[in-house]
C-alpha cells in the first residue's frame, strides 16, 4: 500500500515568523482574518497632515516630526500584528488538517487554535491603536499617538507570542502525525511478515506433499528455503519498523515538552524521519512478503498441474479400462481443465519471476511495493486458476467412477431380474414335480406301494424352491433400488462438476469436491449392496434349481415305485387271468367231449367243438398276454428310468387287459359250449347268470371291436369255473407252474426293494 508522510502544512514557509519579510502592500485580506491598512492610502494622509501642520504649526517644528514618526511606528506594529495573526490562522488550519481524525493531535490542535485567536484579537488591538494615533495626529497630540504606539508595539509583541505558541502546537501536530504513521507503516510491516509467515507454512506443506509423493522433492524444498529467507527478511523489517515507532513517541514526547519553536521543529522532524524510516522497512517487508507469495504460487500452480495431470490420466485408464461410453466422453471432458491446469502454472511461473526480478528495483527505490504486488497477486491469481482446473480434473475421476458404477449396476440389476425369473421357472418345476409326485404316490398307494417319505421330499424340496424363487425376488428387487439410487449419486457428482465450473473462491471448489467424492464412495456402496443383492439373487436362483431337481428326483422315485407296483400287479392279474382262462378252456373242452358223447344232433356237437376250440384260442391268447405283461413288468422292474419303468408298466397294465378280455372270452365260450338250452349247473349266483346271459349279444359287439370290456369283467368272472365274485385283487390264484409263482413274487420282492 502507498502512504505519504506529510512534510509539513500547505501554505506554511519553513523561515521563522521573525525572519519573513513583510510584503503586505498591494493586497487586500478579508475582514475576518484581520484588518490590515493600505500603505499607500497612510502615506498619502500623513503628507497632507504635514502639509497642514507645516502651515498652522510653523512654530512648532519638531513636535510635528516626531508624531509622523511615532505615526509610522504605530502603523508598522498595526501591520506586523496582522502579518502574525495570518500566519496563526494558516498555522492553525495546517495543524487542523493534518491531524484530522487523531485523538493524539486534538490536544495540540485546540492550542493552536486558541493561539490562534489570540493573534487576531492582538491583531485587532493594534489596529484600533493606529486609528487613534491618527485621530491624536489630527489634533496634533503628540503625546496621544506615542500612547497608542505602546499599545500596538504591545499588542504586536503578544500577537508574535501567540504565533510562536500556534506554530509550536503544529509541530506538535507534526510529531503526533509522524508517530501515527510510523506506527501504521509498523503495523502494515507486521502485516507483511504475517503474510510472509503463511506463505512460508504453504511452502513447507507443498515441500511435505511433493515428499510424499515422491515427485518434485528439490525444487519444493528449495522454494520453502527461498521463502524462509524472506519470511526472515520480513520479520527483521518488522522489527526495524517497530524501533522507528519507539523513535517517534520519544520525539512525540520531545515536541510536547518543547522549550521553544527550534526545538519543536527539530523533534517533529525526528518523529518524521522515524516515520520515513518505518515507512521503508515497511517496503521492504512487503516487498519480501510478496515475492514470497509470488514463489509459493508457482509451486501451487506446479503441484495443481501436475495433480490435473495425473487425475487426466485416471480418468483416461477408467475410461479405457471399461468401455463404458460415459466415462469415455468424461475423459474427453477432463482435457480442457488439465490444459487450463498447465497454461495457469506456465503463467504462474512467469509472474513469480517477474515479481522477483522487480523487487530488487523497488528494494532500491524503497517507495512502495506495488509493482511487485502486482506480480505477485498475478501469480496468485494463475495458481488459483491452476487449482480450480486441477480440482475439475480431479471431479472428472469421480464423475467418470460414477458413471462405470452406473453402467454396471444396471447390468447387475438386469441380471438379478433374470436370476429371479429363472429361479421363478425353477420353483413352477418343483411344483410341477411334486404334483406329479403326488399323483403317482396316490396310484403306489392304490397297488399297495409306500411312497410317503419320497412324496414329501417332493413337497419339502417345492416349498424350498419355493422359498428361494421369492428371496431371489426381492432380492432383484433390491438390486434395483440400489440401482436407482447408484444413478442418483451419479447425479450429484455432475452437478458438483457443475458447481465447480461456476465457483469463484477456493472454499467453494473444496466444498465441490467433496460433494463428488462423497456422492461417487455413496454410489460405490449402493454398487456393492446391489452385487450383494444380485449374488444372493442369484444363489437363490441355484437353490431353486437344485430344489426343482430334488423334487424332480423324488417325484421320479415316486414314479418309478408306482410304475414298478403297477406292473407287478398288472403281470399278477395278467397270470392269474391266463390261469382262468386256461381252466375255462379244459372245461369247454370237456364239455365239448360230453356233448360229443351225447345224443344230441351232430350240429350241436359240431358247434360245441367249434366254441371249445375258440375258448382254447382265448385261453392261447390270455396266456401270451401274460407272458407280455411277465416281460414287461420284468422290465420295468430293472429299469432305472422312472420313464421307462412308466413306459414297461403301461405296457404290462395293456398285456393285463388284454390277458382278462380273453379271459373273459373264454368264459363266454366256455357258456356257449355247454349251450344255453342245456344248463349244467354251474357254481354262479343267479345274479349273474342272468347277467351273462343279459350280455351275450354286448359281449359279441366288444369282441368283435377288440374293446374295452372292464366294465363287464367281474360279471363274467363269476362265470368261470371256480368264480366266486370276488374282486381280482383280493384273489391268490393257486397257479400250477410253481416256478411262474415264484417269479411272481420275486418280481414283487425286487419292486418292493426298488
Request: glycine share 2%; net charge negative; charged share 40%.
Amino acid at each position: 500500500s502507498r502512504h505519504h508522510l506529510r512534510n509539513g502544512f500547505p501554505g506554511k514557509n519553513d523561515s521563522l515568523p521573525h525572519e519573513e519579510p513583510n510584503n503586505l502592500e498591494g493586497k487586500n485580506e478579508s475582514s475576518d482574518q484581520c484588518d490590515t491598512i493600505n500603505l499607500s492610502q497612510v502615506t498619502e494622509k500623513e503628507k497632507k497632515t504635514v502639509e497642514g501642520a507645516s502651515v498652522q504649526a510653523q512654530d512648532e517644528p519638531n513636535d510635528a516630526t516626531e508624531i509622523q514618526t511615532e505615526l509610522k511606528k504605530v502603523q508598522t506594529a498595526k501591520d506586523e500584528s496582522a502579518t502574525a495573526a495570518k500566519e496563526a490562522e494558516t498555522t492553525k488550519n495546517s495543524a487542523v488538517s493534518a491531524g484530522k481524525g487523531l485523538d493524539a493531535a486534538k490536544e495540540a490542535i485546540k492550542t493552536a487554535e486558541a493561539a490562534a485567536d489570540e493573534a487576531k484579537k492582538e491583531a485587532a488591538i493594534a489596529e484600533k491603536a493606529a486609528k487613534d494615533a491618527e485621530a491624536a495626529e489630527k489634533e496634533n497630540n503628540l503625546e496621544n499617538v506615542k500612547s497608542q504606539v505602546k499599545i500596538a508595539d504591545e499588542a504586536l509583541k503578544k500577537a508574535k507570542s501567540k504565533k510562536n505558541e500556534a506554530e509550536i502546537a503544529a509541530e506538535l501536530v507534526k510529531a503526533v502525525v509522524a508517530k501515527e504513521e510510523a506506527q501504521k507503516a509498523s503495523d502494515e510491516a507486521h502485516k507483511a511478515y504475517d503474510k510472509a509467515q503463511e506463505a512460508y507454512t504453504k511452502a513447507q506443506k507443498a515441500s511435505d506433499e511433493a515428499q510424499k509423493a515422491h515427485a518434485n522433492v528439490q525444487q519444493a524444498s528449495k522454494t520453502k528455503e527461498a521463502v524462509e529467507t524472506l519470511k526472515n527478511n520480513a520479520e527483521t523489517a518488522a522489527n526495524k519498523a517497530k524501533e522507528e515507532v519507539g523513535k517517534a513517541e520519544t520525539a512525540e514526547t520531545g515536541a510536547k515538552n518543547a522549550k521553544d519553536l527550534d526545538e519543536a521543529k527539530q523533534k517533529a522532524t525526528d518523529a518524521e524521519t522515524a516515520a520515513k524510516d518505518a515507512k521503508k522497512e515497511q517496503v521492504k517487508a512487503e516487498i519480501a512478503a510478496e515475492v514470497a507469495k509470488a514463489k509459493v504460487a508457482k509451486e501451487e500452480a506446479d503441484a495443481a498441474q501436475k495433480k490435473a495431470e495425473a487425475a487426466k490420466k485416471i480418468v483416461d485408464k477408467i475410461a479405457q479400462d471399461t468401455k463404458v461410453p460415459e466415462a469415455q466422453r468424461e475423459a474427453k471432458l477432463a482435457t480442457q481443465p488439465a490444459s487450463k491446469a498447465t497454461e495457469a502454472a506456465t503463467e504462474a511461473g512467469k509472474k513469480a519471476q517477474e515479481a522477483e526480478e522487480s523487487s530488487k528495483e523497488a528494494e532500491e527505490k524503497a517507495e512502495t511495493s506495488d509493482a511487485v504486488k502486482g506480480k505477485a497477486d498475478a501469480a496468485e491469481k494463475a495458481a488459483g486458476e491452476a487449482k480450480k482446473a486441477s480440482i475439475e480434473t480431479e471431479i472428472a475421476i469421480e464423475v467418470a467412477k460414477a458413471e462405470v458404477l452406473n453402467a454396471e449396476v444396471k447390468k447387475t440389476a438386469q441380471e438379478a431380474e433374470k436370476d429371479a425369473t429363472e429361479a421363478k421357472e425353477q420353483a413352477e418345476k418343483a411344483k410341477a414335480a411334486a404334483e406329479e409326485a403326488k399323483t403317482h404316490g396316490e396310484k403306489a398307494e392304490k397297488v399297495g406301494e409306500s411312497t410317503k417319505a419320497h412324496s414329501d421330499k417332493a413337497q419339502q424340496e417345492n416349498k424350498n424352491a419355493k422359498d428361494a424363487s421369492e428371496e431371489a425376488e426381492n432380492r432383484a428387487v433390491d438390486a434395483l433400488e440400489e440401482a436407482y439410487a447408484v444413478e442418483a449419486h451419479l447425479a450429484r457428482t455432475k452437478n458438483a462438476a457443475e458447481s465447480a465450473k461456476s465457483a469463484t473462491d477456493m472454499s467453494e471448489l473444496e466444498k465441490a469436491k467433496e460433494e463428488a467424492i462423497d456422492a461417487a464412495n455413496i454410489a460405490h456402496q449402493k454398487w456393492l449392496k446391489a452385487t450383494q443383492a444380485a449374488t444372493i439373487a442369484k444363489e437363490k436362483k441355484e437353490a431353486a434349481k437344485v430344489a426343482a431337481e430334488k423334487a424332480q428326483t423324488a417325484a421320479n422315485v415316486v414314479k418309478d415305485k408306482a410304475a414298478k407296483a403297477e406292473a407287478k400287479k398288472a403281470e399278477t392279474e395278467a397270470v392269474k387271468a391266463a390261469v382262468e382262462a386256461r381252466a375255462a378252456a379244459e372245461e369247454a373242452k370237456q364239455e365239448a367231449a360230453k356233448v360229443g358223447a351225447s345224443k344230441e344232433p351232430q350240429e350241436t356237437k359240431n358247434k360245441a367243438n367249434v366254441e371249445a376250440e375258440a375258448t382254447g384260442n382265448e385261453a392261447k391268447k390270455a396266456e401270451d398276454a401274460a407272458e407280455e405283461a411277465k416281460e414287461a413288468a420284468k422290465k420295468a422292474n430293472e429299469a432305472t428310468d422312472a420313464n421307462v419303468a412308466r413306459s414297461e408298466a403301461d405296457k404290462a397294465i395293456a398285456a393285463a387287459k388284454k390277458a382278462k378280455k380273453a379271459r373273459e372270452k373264454a368264459a363266454y365260450g366256455l357258456l356257449k359250449t355247454k349251450n344255453q338250452y342245456v344248463l349244467e349247473p354251474l357254481d354262479i349266483s343267479p345274479e349273474s347268470a342272468d347277467n351273462i346271459t343279459s350280455k351275450e349279444e354286448q359281449v359279441k359287439e366288444e369282441m368283435e371291436d377288440q374293446g374295452d370290456e372292464d366294465s363287464n369283467e367281474a360279471e363274467v368272472e363269476e362265470a368261470l369255473p371256480n368264480g366266486s365274485g370276488a374282486q381280482e385283487e383280493d384273489v391268490n390264484l393257486e397257479m400250477d407252474d410253481e416256478e411262474e409263482v415264484e417269479e411272481v413274487e420275486e418280481n414283487v420282492a425286487n419292486n418292493q426293494q426298488t
